[in-house]
């Protein structure tokens, strides 16, 4: 397990999560995830393993659909740093863009068909 340091683009939200080594990236089909073009860790962590520190009232939270999945973001900057998953309550993934000395663009990725959810 590493430790990873993450922040959104202003830096008003920074957030430290645990897992393994990331060698690939997730991207999400669903109406959301779609537009917002991230991609995620492939791996989901839990809370125990996420902590946030975030200027006052920074990090801010979007709900829809089902209102299962949380997808938090700076609303400084607009940058969506993590999220609790859908189909594992509880968990989180994070915006692998946010996090330090990890570059996305450089990873292969995987679509998880959310759209079919």
Known sequence: MQTY???CHCGA???TFKGPAIDKGLRCNCSLCRRKGAMMTPFTFPPSDL???AHEEA???YEFGT???KHYFCRHCGVYT???TRRQPGHFRANIGCV?????FNLPCEVFDG???
């Open 5 to 7: 340091q993450a922040s």
């Open 13 to 15: 939200v920074a957030f």
């Open 51 to 53: 902590e946030v520190a």
């Open 59 to 61: 990090l801010t939270l």
């Open 67 to 69: 209102g299962v999945a």
């Open 82 to 84: 993590f999220h609790e």
């Open 100 to 104: 330090e000395g990890v570059d996305p």
């Open 115 to 117: 759209a079919a959810l």
